[in-house]
Structures are given as structure tokens and as C-alpha cells.
């Protein structure tokens, strides 16, 4: 299929999709609405094409006309309009992938076979590879479940709709039903009446998980077994290459709402959930099962499996056995039923099912064997009895709280508060080599040190239930060796670690996420597996240590260039310092969905990696919109899975080795020294001034986010006002709502002109064309910078800024100019995403609706900042124009 045929299809389901809105509006509402939200649009359109100042004041001047409940109206139309172009181009999103070849599984083991591996040594490295996407609860999805769950259903006839054996009749009922859908968004209220609680975002990633492990997942890794199976590697049934985490209601770092009660129900929800897709695996495969012993004897074992039950298909009879055995488990874990026909962990269960798939392999089953079979059996190891590994995440600060509480009942001197981190590790190291409590039965906690140390005994509990559901326990804002050790002697009073005992039952993740911490990541790895306990733990834990890499706030605080090439040459300096110790390392990268945080393709993100550093292992946060723009359209999330998956292999086997010399290396290193130190500079000019800060505020809907109610957590750390207080999620959200989106891009012109000012200009053209991080690092900021759009932002600072403050947008607007020529230059192009139709096209298709939301906004903000904050319905409308622009732009934080 050519591309325009592809983007003939797209368009004709876009008009299909607006006119059915138009159609829904005017029914419900008035053609009055839909007149004037085409008149704005057409006004918008000509003010953007033309940027005179005119032009925008007839927009002003109509729109501050409007009374709040008209003004809402329009913008929950507009909303509406960006969600149903965004599903239509998520529908035809994978024909347009389909144009570019290289990324696939296929084309993966094209490459491997091409490479002429070894096939014992690519049976080891396939052994090793995980890729382990991280659900977040992360504030940054705009739109309600209620809102995505009918976005799917139109996805869903989409796809209907572009089947090529579709009769009229078909395509008929297709619209009667899409028409059906739209009436039912339109009169859905997208705004949360409240912040949502843990448990309820808890429900939002199972929408999404249980498809997954369910449909998905199962999928993929049977397409991979098949591949492998081309090139001699045979693929257990057992083997998990993907495995899904989570973060929800286990993160609890600055979300006082995450509290023990709440982890223990995600947990339960997630193991109801898990039974649920076993059961319903189980149920379906006994279906299927209707081999005779009359025309095939099955084995011993499977005989054995049946309890004695006379049938002549005594595949079905085994599995209704092994039906028994997970109800009574159910009973188990959820009810705290004791059976003896439970499970212990769900290995048994893959054990009985491995006792069918040897039968059929012997009596002449093995298509259903390796078909089937194998793929519930991946179900089944991939599941466990708990859907997702849950991280648990705290704030460093608090175990240092708890353990000052705790070295004072027992009379520590000198006081643990007052020790220097040196100090406080070599107390800790002590305390880790010799088995003394510091709680006993009797001791009272309250505050911080009761919440903290409740949480370790909680992960006990659920490793009790279930060995699996927990595995890494995240210390964020680790700056130092005594902030991941002050974790480990709190889990070992729960229970958790004992060294002399040789027990570990969690592994402990330092998170790197500020500038500082990323420069001495190597430093820091070094001491931690100097420490003796430390590394007694690790080898309990099979030689294995995660680092958890922190995108957002090294952006924040360090601008974009100097936190992307502190993640290059801290996971460089990680897996060497990891390899002298004897130690693999497995990467946690900490992404989100915007650029400014981390975002871009996952694909290119990981094969972009420093090579050595995908050994197969990978772990990476799935955030916010990222999360439903990714995997909403269940053919999408298997697309884009593959692509994980693909990368991941790719890396660990073809990216062992730096493929350019030492010599080669070094030079590009000098080059990205000079870019970042003064990228550096020119965002801490920028941000540094104490008075930026209130012009982040007046400039952008910052201090109106908190209303949206995206999430349960706090927007800020502390009650600070500082640019350190204010998190990562509405720091970016602000810029992106202003179009200024100062964190994915500033910065990086002044590091571009100063390396050309030293010289250089050839190493930097070299550069770009043979090196995969550079060249991803300024394909995503050309992404960004095509999303910016200036003559928008001006519109807010002219109109909301202070005029003391409006010297701020001088320098962003000096800076983009100065990023824009210069990334073509280096690049080659004539103008942004010149090489990217299809970004473009998204892009345009959007121009004219989006800049008549931003006018909205723009004179709804005039209004409630002057005075009339206190109408409902005025805010009402300016939080729709919120929810409306993260929807034309995909990205909201």
C-alpha cells in the first residue's frame, strides 16, 4: 500500500468522523455552535497562515464575547474533533510503519542471520533478553477512562470499517454505530469531578494490562518463537522475553496517598485479575482439547493428571484437574483459604501444563504442542499469580527519618542525624555485617518511620502469598551509598534481607535523576559493590544490580542536552564499573511521554543505547497518554510490543561491541562535551534568574493544572515554590500548553553554535550521520521544536505577562531561532520534519483548531486571573481548553 492511498483512506475517515460530530453537536446543541466553531477555526486559520496581529484580536474579541457555557461548549468540541483524529491516525498508523522496513521481529532476524551468529551463543543471549515495560500512574493522561474506553470502540470500527470484504451494508451499520459512539462521548463529561484515588488508577492500568498479558503479549513472543525457530533457537514455553511491571500503588515517593492498605488492594486486584486470564487460558485450550485416546494414547502423566476420571479425551480431564487446583488457589490468595489443591506458585502450574505439551510431543501432537499449548503455558509464565511485578518506590529522605528514629531508641551516639553520608555508610555496613535488631516486638512508631516500615512488612506479606509479585525496591534521589543502604537495613527488620542466612528477597534500585548524581554514576556503583554486605546481597540476587535512570528531573534542573548525554555516559560507566565487580547491570530507564522528559520512539530510544549496555534485560516507564496512544488500539500495543522486543534483541546481539574505533569515540565525546557544557550555560541563564519562575506562571496554566485532577499525587514535593519543589510532570505540561516547550529543546542551539565556534563543524557532520545517539537525541528535539509554536506563544506573554517579565521571551525567542538553523544546518534539511510527511501531516491537519483553542484559553485565563477565578462555569471552560490542547498535541507532561 502507497502512502497516499494510506492518507486517502485516513482523510476520508476524518471527514467521516467530523461530520458525524458536526451532525452530533447541532442535535444535541445548535448549529449556532457548530457555525461559530467554524467560523473560529477559519479565523484561526488565516491568523496562523498570516500571523497578523489583527487577525488574532478579531479572535480575541469574539471569543471574550462568549458566555462560559458557550465557551465550553466549543472547546469540549474541539477536544472531541483532536480525540477522533487521533484515534483515526492510530488506526492507520501501522500501514504507515509498514513504509518503513528495519524494525520489525522479521527484519530483526533477518539481520541476526545476516551477522552469521553462533547459534548456541545466540541461544544464550536470547535466554537473557526481558524487556519489561513499567506502567505508571503518572498525572499526565488527560482524558477519563470513561472517554478512552469509547475512543477504543471507534478505533474498533474503524478497523471493521477498512476491511476490504466491508459491503455497503456493513459499512452502513458502521456509521449508524460510530454515530452512536460520538452521541455518547459528546455527552460524556471529561473532566474528573474529583482527583482520582489510588485504587481507581489502579482499575486504569489493568484496562490496559489484562489485554496485554491476555491477547498481546501471548502474540508477540510466539512471532519471536517462530523466528528463532527459523535460525535453529528453539524457544521454551517457559521462556518469558517480556514481562509486564507496574508502578501503581507501589509508587510512593511524594504521594502520601500510596500508604501499606492501598498497596496490599493493588496487589489483590492484580492477582483477581491474573486468576481471571489464567482461568480464562485454561478454559479455552480444554475447548480446543478434544484429542481421543482412542486415536492417540496420551502419557502416563497426563493420565496421572486426570485423578482417575473416565473419558476418552483426557487432555480436557487434566486440564478440568488443573481448573480445581486454581480455584482452590483463588480461595487461597484472595480469601485466605487454606487447600492442599492450591498451588504453591504458578511454576506448578506451568509443570502441569508442560506434562500435556511432553505427551503431544510424543504422540504426534507437536503442531498443538508448540502451537496452543505453548502459548498458554507463555501465558502462564508471563501472568504468575499476580499480572504485573509491582516496584515499590519511597523517597530516600525517608529511611534516613525512619533510621534516626530507630538508632535513637537504641541510644546511638553520635546521633544518626548528625553523621556525614561517609559516616552514615560505614554504620550502615556495620549494621548489615552483624544481625543486631534495631525493633523489637514492642517498639511504637508513628509518622514517617511507622508508614515507612509498615511498607516493608506489607512486601513481606506479599511475597508470602506470592514470591513473585514483588521484586525492586526503587530509592529515589539516591546521591549517595548510604541512601540505598539506609533501605536495606529497614527491609532487613522486616524480614526481607538476611545475609547470614543468605536470604534477599528484593533487589534495591539506586534512582539517578538529578545532573549530579548521573556525573558520578560510575563512582557511585564502585562504592556501593565495594561494600561488602552490599555485594553479599547482590550475589544472593544472582550477580545482578538495576539502576533506575531518571529522565524528567535531570532535564528539569539541567536542561534537556546536558541530562541526555549524562544518561550516555553514565550507563557507559555503569556497565564498566559493573563488569570489574563481576556484576551484570540492568538499565531502568525512567521515561516519559513528552520529549522534555525522556519520550521519543521507544525502538530508536533502545537501540540508540551505548553498546554493551542492553545485555537483554531493559526496563522503561510507560506514562500517562504514552500509555493509551500506544496501547488503546490493541493492534498498535502488539506493534509497538514487537518493536520493544525487536530492539531489545537487536541490542544484545548485533550492539555487543562499540562499532567505532577508541579513537573515534573520544573525538565525539569532546564534541558532545562542548555541545552540553554550553547547552548547559544557556539554560541556567535562562531558569537561573529568580525571577523566571513567575514568568513560568503567568505564561503558562500552571497553577490551574491542579483543578484538571489527573492524578492522586501532589504537583509538588514540598510547599515551595522553587523551580526544585515544582515536579517534572507540570513543568513540562505548562510549556507544552503555551506552545513555548522550553524542556525539550533549549539550550541546544547555543551547544550546537559553540561547537561550531570551536571547530567542530566536521566532527559534528560526522557525527550526525554515524552516530545513533546523536542523531536520535536531535530527531527528538526537532519533534519538539516542530510542536513549538512561537507566534502562539506570544499570544499568552502579550497578553498575560507582566511586562517586566516579557524580556524572558526575548531569550526563548533568540534561543529557537538559534536551535532551528542550526539543527538544519547540521542536519542537512531545509526545513523541520522535511523527511517526516506523516508527522507533518499530523502536525497541519491540526494548525487551525488547535491555535482557536489556544485563543480560548488565552481569553479565559484574562478572565479568571482578573478577577472572575470564582465562577465555576468560567473555569469549568478554561480546564475543557486544557484537556482540548493535550489532545491536539498528544502530550500533555
Not at 470500527?157 to 451499520?173: C, H
Not at 490496559?208 to 528463532?228: I, K, N, R, T
Request: aromatic content about 4%; hydrophobic content about 40%.
Amino acid at each position: 500500500m502507497t502512502a497516499s492511498t494510506e492518507d486517502t483512506r485516513l482523510d476520508a475517515d476524518v471527514q467521516l468522523l467530523t461530520r458525524l460530530l458536526y451532525e452530533t453537536v447541532e442535535r444535541h446543541d445548535s448549529a449556532e455552535v457548530v457555525t461559530q466553531m467554524q467560523d473560529v477555526e477559519r479565523w484561526a486559520s488565516a491568523a496562523h497562515a498570516s500571523g497578523s496581529a489583527s487577525d488574532d484580536e478579531r479572535i480575541t474579541q469574539a471569543l471574550s464575547a462568549l458566555d462560559p457555557d458557550r465557551s465550553a461548549k466549543l472547546a469540549r468540541a474541539f477536544t472531541v474533533y483532536f480525540h477522533l483524529v487521533n484515534v483515526a491516525e492510530q488506526v492507520h498508523r501501522l500501514d504507515e510503519s509498514a513504509l518503513h522496513d528495519g524494525a520489525s521481529l522479521a527484519d530483526t532476524m533477518d539481520a541476526v542471520r545476516a551477522a552469521g551468529l553462533d547459534t548456541a551463543d545466540l541461544s544464550r543471549t536470547v535466554g537473557q533478553v526481558e524487556v519489561r515495560p513499567v506502567f505508571t500512574a503518572h498525572p499526565t493522561e488527560a482524558s477519563r477512562r470513561s472517554v478512552l474506553t469509547k475512543i477504543r470502540q471507534v478505533a474498533d470500527l474503524l478497523e471493521e470499517g477498512a476491511d476490504p470484504r466491508a459491503q455497503p451494508a456493513d459499512r452502513a451499520r458502521i456509521e449508524r454505530r460510530l454515530a452512536e459512539v460520538i452521541e455518547r462521548l459528546w455527552q460524556t463529561d471529561e473532566l474528573r469531578v474529583d482527583r482520582p484515588r489510588v485504587i481507581e488508577e489502579a482499575r486504569s492500568a489493568l484496562f490496559y494490562l489484562e489485554e496485554l498479558a491476555d491477547q498481546v503479549l501471548p502474540e508477540v513472543v510466539d512471532e519471536m518463537a517462530a523466528g528463532l525457530g527459523a535460525l535453529g533457537v528453539d524457544l521454551s514455553p517457559t521462556a518469558v522475553p517480556v514481562r509486564l511491571g507496574s508502578w501503581v500503588g507501589g509508587d510512593r515517593d511524594g504521594n502520601p496517598l500510596v500508604t501499606p492498605a492501598v498497596t496490599e488492594e493493588v496487589l489483590l486486584q492484580q492477582t483477581r485479575t491474573a486468576l481471571r486470564v489464567l482461568e480464562r487460558n485454561l478454559q479455552a485450550l480444554q475447548v480446543e482439547m478434544s484429542e481421543s485416546s482412542r486415536v492417540v494414547p496420551p502419557s502416563d502423566e497426563v493420565l496421572a493428571q486426570t485423578e482417575g476420571a473416565q473419558t476418552e479425551e483426557p487432555y480436557r480431564a487434566a486440564l478440568q484437574t488443573m481448573l480445581d487446583r486454581l480455584a482452590a488457589t483463588s480461595g487461597r490468595l484472595l480469601e485466605g483459604q487454606h487447600s492442599e489443591r492450591s498451588y504453591a506458585d504458578a511454576d506448578e502450574l506451568v509443570a502441569d501444563l508442560a506434562t500435556i505439551h511432553r505427551s503431544l510431543l510424543d504422540h504426534r501432537g507437536e503442531l498443538t504442542a508448540r502451537g496452543p499449548v505453548a502459548r498458554v503455558m507463555r501465558t502462564v509464565a508471563l501472568v504468575g499469580f499476580h499480572l504485573a511485578v509491582l516496584d515499590i518506590r519511597e523517597h530516600a529522605a525517608h529511611h534516613h527519618t525512619t533510621l534516626a528514629r530507630l538508632y535513637d531508641l537504641v541510644g546511638q551516639e553520635p546521633a544518626y542525624a548528625t553523621l556525614s553520608p561517609p559516616e552514615r555508610t560505614a554504620l550502615l555496613a556495620r549494621e548489615l555485617a552483624e544481625p543486631r535488631p534495631l525493633l523489637s516486638p514492642t517498639t511504637r512508631l508513628d509518622g514517617v518511620p511507622e508508614r515507612t516500615m509498615e511498607t516493608f512488612h506489607t512486601v513481606r506479606r506479599a511475597l508470602d502469598r506470592d514470591a513473585g509479585a514483588i521484586e525492586s525496591y526503587i530509592v529515589s534521589m539516591s546521591e549517595d551509598v548510604d541512601d540505598v543502604l539506609a533501605a536495606v537495613v529497614l527491609a532487613r527488620q522486616a524480614g526481607l534481607v538476611d545475609l547470614t542466612a543468605g536470604v534477599a528477597r528484593i533487589g534495591f534500585v539506586p534512582l539517578l535523576e538529578t545532573p549530579s548524581s548521573l556525573a558520578i554514576a560510575g563512582d557511585f556503583l564502585d562504592r556501593l559493590l565495594s561494600c561488602a554486605p552490599y555485594r553479599e546481597l547482590v550475589r544472593l540476587r544472582g550477580d545482578s544490580q538495576e539502576v533506575m535512570l531518571g529522565y524528567s528531573d535531570s532535564s528539569k534542573l539541567g536542561g534537556i542536552t546536558v541530562s541526555r548525554w549524562g544518561l550516555h555516559r553514565a550507563q557507559r560507566e555503569l556497565v564498566e564499573v559493573a563488569r570489574t565487580h563481576g556484576v551484570s547491570v540492568v538499565m531502568f530507564h525512567g521515561r516519559g511521554g513528552s520529549v522534555g522528559r525522556g519520550g521519543g520512539p521507544t525502538h530508536e530510544a533502545i537501540v540508540a543505547q551505548p553498546a554493551g549496555t542492553v545485555s537483554g534485560r531493559i526496563k522503561f516507564t510507560e506514562q500517562g497518554e504514552v500509555i493509551s496512544d500506544k496501547y488503546l488500539v490493541r493492534s498498535l500495543a502488539h506493534h509497538n510490543m514487537e518493536l520493544s522486543l525487536a530492539a531489545t534483541l537487536r541490542a544484545a546481539t548485533l550492539r555487543r561491541e562499540a562499532q567505532n574505533t577508541i579513537e573515534v569515540r573520544r573525538r565525539w565525546d569532546s564534541l558532545m562535551d562542548v555541545i552540553s557544557e554550553a547547552s548547559h550555560a544557556a539554560y541556567l541563564d535562562l531558569v537561573g534568574d529568580e525571577a523566571f519562575p513567575e514568568y513560568f506562571r503567568q505564561s503558562t496554566p500552571v497553577d490551574e493544572l491542579a483543578d484538571l485532577n489527573l492524578g492522586s499525587r501532589p504537583a509538588r514535593r514540598g510547599g515551595g515554590g522553587r523551580l526544585e519543589d515544582l515536579r517534572a510532570i507540570p513543568w513540562v505540561f505548562g510549556w507544552t500548553q503555551s506552545r513555548q516547550l522550553i524542556p525539550g529543546w533549549f539550550g541546544v542551539g547555543s551547544g550546537l553554535a559553540a561547537a561550531i565556534d570551536a571547530g567542530y563543524s566536521d566532527q559534528l557532520e560526522e557525527a550526525v550521520r554515524r552516530w545513533r545517539f546523536l542523531r536520535m537525541f536531535l530527531s527528538n528535539v526537532e519533534m519538539t521544536l516542530s510542536k513549538t509554536d512561537l507566534a502562539i506563544s506570544r499570544r499568552y506573554v502579550e497578553q498575560l505577562v507582566d511586562p517586566s517579565l516579557q524580556r524572558f521571551f526575548g531569550a526563548v525567542t533568540d534561543e529557537h531561532a538559534r536551535t532551528v538553523q542550526h539543527l538544519l544546518a547540521v542536519t542537512g534539511k531545509d526545513a523541520l520534519l522535511s523527511d517526516e510527511p506523516v508527522l507533518r501531516r499530523t502536525f497541519a491537519v491540526r494548525h487551525g483548531r488547535l491555535h482557536a483553542v489556544h485563543e480560548l484559553q488565552i481569553a479565559l485565563l484574562q478572565r479568571t486571573r482578573s478577577g472572575q477565578a470564582a465562577d465555576p462555569e468560567l473555569r469549568r471552560a478554561l480546564l475543557l481548553t486544557m484537556n482540548g490542547i493535550a489532545a491536539g498535541l498528544r502530550n500533555t507532561g
